[in-house]
Each structure stands twice: as C-alpha cells, then as structure tokens.
C-alpha cells in the first residue's frame, strides 16, 4: 500500500514568510510525528498527535511553529514569519500505535 | 529523560568486512529500540528493530544486539557492499505512557571503500 506522502518535497520562502507543510500518513496509522532534521544531525521530535489529539508539542521550537490533525489523518505543520534558522528539511512519521514508525520523504524548507 | 548516545560518529570500512555501530541509552524502563537506514536526500528506513524481551535479532546481513543491563545494543552489518554507504540512526523507546516518543541518536556516516 501507499507509504507516508509530504508535500511539497521542496519549498523556499523569503524570511518572514508563511509556510505550511502537509503529511499523508498511512491509512489506518494513529499516530503521527513531525520531526526536523538539520543537515548531518539525526531526526529532533517535534509534535506528536494519537488520532486528532496533539499529545505532545513539546519539540516545537517557537510560538510560530503550530501543527494540527483535526480529522484524525492529514497533519499541517505550519512555521508563521520564517526565519533562516527554521532552514531544515521536517520529516512526518507515521505508526499503527507508538512504535514502529515510518517516515515520508520529507519536506525540505529553504528561508532566504 | 533519555540520552541516546551513538558512536562512531563516521565509520569506514573496506567492502567485504563488517561494520559495528552501537548506542547507548540512559533509560532502563526503554524497550524498543529501532535503527534507520537513510541515504542522501532520502527518508530514513527502518531496517531492523528489537523489543528488551530478546538479546538479539538478525535479517540476513543485518543484525542487532542488546544488552539490557549494560544499556546498549549495536548494529552489525557483515559482508558489507556498497550500497550499505548511508548514515545510520538507532532510537530508543519506551512506550509505556501514550505521550512518550523515540528519541533518536545523532547518526553515523558509513563509507564502504572499494
């Protein structure tokens, strides 16, 4: 079957700009991770959602970084006023319950 | 809260030898633990786990340790190809309250030389 889908694959925003990233996990998976993996570093947890519920927005690393899942499938992370540190590449996850997970292919986001 | 600690951070080995990475963790209660293949520009893939209730687990040239007491488990890749050049990622879990969540190792660059 279809495996974790992002999009878009690449998106370069000037600074200050909005963005807004999409996940598409795997039909049937209630749990769902956004994660951001800076270039040569290992995944960092962002947000965590089981179903529509936002468990955990622990990783998230300002106000202006907000994600929602509000029907239980798709997620939206959204970075409002982007700045060039928020230049990484945001993986989405998706697992049956809590532990084997599997990753879209992520969105790389540029901030100029 | 957990500390995953990997090593080494790069890995060379000549093609046909093996490859050992191995990660440390800080939390005993922990008891799955992941490892992901990811090549440039790609996802990671998961390319072989273990629960705490086995020592070890192995899928052809793949496999992995644990030892729970010492709270480590490695990865071992033998007869090692080319294609197994790519940065590898353990994580450790631990599952018991439904907002905890993998955290991950920072990752080791293997380079197979020809």
């Known amino acids: 079957g279809a495996g974790v889908s992002q999009s878009p694959r690449y998106k370069v925003a000037k600074r200050g700009q909005d963005v807004a990233l999409r996940c598409d996990p795997i039909?049937?998976?209630?749990?769902l991770f956004w994660y951001q993996q800076a270039l040569g570093q290992g995944p960092e947890f962002l947000t965590y959602?089981?179903?529509?519920?936002?468990?955990?927005k622990s990783g998230l690393p300002s106000d202006r970084f907000f994600a929602e899942r509000p029907e239980g499938s798709v997620s939206t992370l959204k970075i409002q006023r982007t700045q060039q540190e928020d230049s990484a590449v945001y993986l989405c996850?998706?697992?049956?319950?809590?532990?084997?997970?599997?990753f879209g292919p992520g969105t790389r986001l540029t901030v100029l | 809260g957990e500390n995953v600690e990997q090593h080494p951070s790069t890995l060379s080995v000549q093609e046909g030898d093996s490859a050992v990475i191995k990660c440390t963790y800080s939390?005993?209660?922990?008891?799955?633990f992941p490892w992901y293949k990811q090549e440039l520009g790609k996802r990671p893939q998961l390319i072989i786990d273990i629960r705490s209730n086995v020592g070890e687990k192995k899928d052809q040239r793949i496999a992995v340790t644990l030892n729970k007491t010492a709270k480590h488990f490695s990865l071992h890749i033998t007869e090692t190809q080319p294609e197994d050049s790519a940065v590898y990622f353990c994580a450790v879990y631990k599952g018991k309250n439904r907002d905890d969540k993998i955290i991950f190792g920072k990752g080791t660059r293997l380079h197979i030389l020809p």
């Open positions: 996850a998706s697992s049956h319950y809590l532990d084997t997970q599997y």
């Open positions: 939390d005993s209660a922990s008891n799955y």
């Open positions: 039909s049937g998976h209630v749990s």
């Open positions: 959602f089981q179903n529509e519920a936002q468990l955990d």
